[in-house]
């Protein structure tokens, strides 16, 4: 499945009710079975699984904890669409933007003639607005200064200080109407029913706990893209229930992880069935809660670590689609990016259980007569590896580093409540160690900074959606400041090689092994998908190019 993702929302074997039926009997949600392309089909319905959400809540609010798929896809869209499948920028709300030199200011032309679903006009004050509610209602943004409208259709976004890594960071929020927002009375809890978005499918039909469907914006910026009649999203508990209905050929897309794809799901349909798992530049890492010993000490960071077996973890928890990590942090479309001489020289993120051993004794974690590690006070070194229930993969992941860590004398056990639970340990710091996407964005400074800013630290007990391992290195800082400073790409190669030697040095979180982005699909209703060929769009429901492909599918003609 897709997880937490530092956390941007909760990801969580058995379908319910309603669904299991659907499956047990074999039927199809859209009609055609394997082999099988029929004639096109206008008012089909794309069907898309969400496997960590065995119920939906009817609420469409983009400010809530834990957000309905596709609101801020296909109901509300930003300003721009970074595709890191092929590295490029498609113009969305905005169709210009113009970066000061001096690197305090982006300004923002807007697209004309864009209207909100209700039929009124899109403006440079919606914008500057939801940057206002933002704020508000979920922080961040600390570097903006100011979000002003310059008439109908600029917006200037002014910054406390020169910050090079703004533009997608402001540009792919996703816009909410001022003229909607600014009369509900408490926006943090009220659950937006009939959301009012500028997105190709706002329309909310036939809401059930178990589905609900999302139909066209009739007053859509580009309705000539709006082929496809609508959307429906089907809750599931789990990868296993999710990719049974991607097997039965119940559902369109299947965005989730899928052990053996080949067998399990390409072989029952290989003319129209197809996968494509994308490399991104996010990592999957073991975070170890820093605000408890032992896990401040780095050098007991790095024995841990050099007591995973990562090639196990890749071969055995991701069927080995994904790629073991090294110590500078980085992996997939961050290659560029990459210290290639300090990768060469990896020592803590690879497989050493003598030296993993002798750092444990050195660091004063000694080993009893049963061959078992006490902590400095004499307490057993155990901890807990906090992972949802659901995550078929993660557990596995989990379970491998388990088993590991048995071999220096170490206990974790894999504690497996649902991702409601997990993820609020995470957020309120109260958990020992659990497994975390990290941030993906066209550079790595975010990456850095929630892996090692002290400005994303926050106390145990207050909320936190980023560094939940609660590490902050002075000395990384400063090379961030420097490095959203600098204007060119020359001088932020040059810091992002020092971040990352001060990440190995410091080895803030144990890094696991690159973040695929899953993806698989059948085309036997619907064609225009993203492929490796033509990587317009990654195959992920949950990012920004999820609203390029949705404006690219069409019925099989």
Not at 157 to 171: C, E, N, R
Request: glycine share 8%; proline share 7%; hydrophobic share 35%.
């Amino acid at each position: 499945m897709t997880h937490p993702r530092f956390l941007r929302a909760a990801r969580v074997t058995a379908a319910g009710l309603a669904l299991g039926t659907l499956l047990l009997t074999g039927c199809s949600a859209n009609p055609g079975g394997a082999g099988k392309a029929p004639a096109a089909d206008v008012s089909a319905l794309l069907t898309i699984p969400r496997e960590d959400m065995a119920t939906f809540d009817n609420n469409f609010n983009p400010f809530a904890p834990t957000v309905n798929p596709l609101v801020q896809q296909a109901i509300y869209e930003p300003l721009l669409v970074f595709n890191p499948a092929k590295g490029d920028t498609t113009p969305w709300l905005a169709t210009a933007w113009d970066v000061a030199k001096d690197g305090r200011s982006i300004t923002f032309t807007l697209r004309d003639r864009v209207k909100w679903s209700d039929g009124q006009g899109f403006t440079a004050a919606d914008v500057a607005y939801t940057f206002q509610l933002q704020k508000k209602l979920k922080g961040g943004f600390d570097y903006l200064k100011s979000v002003t409208a310059d008439g109908k259709n600029k917006v200037v976004f002014t910054f406390a200080k020169p910050w090079s890594p703004a533009l997608y960071d402001v540009g792919q929020l996703p816009i909410v109407p001022q003229h909607v927002w600014s009369k509900i009375s408490d926006p943090a809890k009220d659950p937006n029913t009939k959301p009012v978005g500028t997105g190709p499918y706002t329309e909310v039909d036939g809401f059930q706990s178990q589905s609900y469907v999302l139909k066209k914006n009739p007053q859509y910026w580009q309705p000539e893209k709006q082929k496809i009649a609508g959307i429906k999203m089907l809750a599931m508990s789990g990868n296993d229930a999710a990719n049974l209905a991607a097997v039965n050929g119940d559902v369109d897309w299947a965005p989730q992880y899928m052990p053996n794809i080949e067998k399990t799901y390409v072989s029952k349909d290989k003319e129209h069935r197809h996968y494509w798992f994308p490399p991104t530049g996010a990592m999957i890492n073991w975070q170890l809660n820093t605000t408890k010993a032992p896990f401040n000490d780095p050098q007991v960071r790095k024995a841990l670590s050099m007591a995973v077996d990562r090639e196990q973890v890749a071969k055995i928890g991701m069927s080995g689609y994904a790629q073991p990590a090294d110590c500078t942090g980085l992996s997939g479309n961050y290659s560029t990016w990459k210290d290639q001489d300090l990768a060469a020289g990896c020592t803590w993120t690879k497989l050493n259980v003598d030296e993993a051993n002798k750092a444990l004794d050195a660091a004063g974690y000694p080993k009893g007569a049963d061959g078992k590690r006490t902590l400095k006070n004499g307490k057993p070194f155990e901890f807990k590896i906090s992972v949802g229930a659901t995550s078929s993969d993660w557990l596995s992941v989990a379970n491998v580093i388990s088993q590991n860590l048995q071999a220096v004398g170490v206990t974790a056990k894999v504690d497996s409540p649902d991702w409601a639970s997990v993820v609020s340990g995470y957020e309120q710091g109260t958990f020992d160690s659990g497994i975390v996407w990290s941030a993906n964005d066209p550079s790595p400074y975010k990456y850095f900074d929630t892996i090692m800013g002290t400005d994303t630290v926050k106390p145990v007990g207050t909320k936190t959606t980023d560094n939940y391992h609660r590490f902050g290195d002075p000395k990384a800082d400063t090379l961030l400041s420097q490095f959203a400073a600098a204007g060119d790409d020359a001088a932020q190669k040059s810091l992002a090689k020092k971040l990352q030697a001060e990440y190995n040095d410091a080895a803030p979180v144990v890094p696991l092994f690159s973040g695929p982005e899953w993806g698989a699909y059948t085309d036997a209703h619907f064609t225009g998908w993203p492929t490796e060929a033509n990587p317009y769009a990654t195959l992920s429901v949950r990012s920004a190019t999820t609203v390029l492909v949705l404006t690219n599918l069409e019925p099989r003609k």
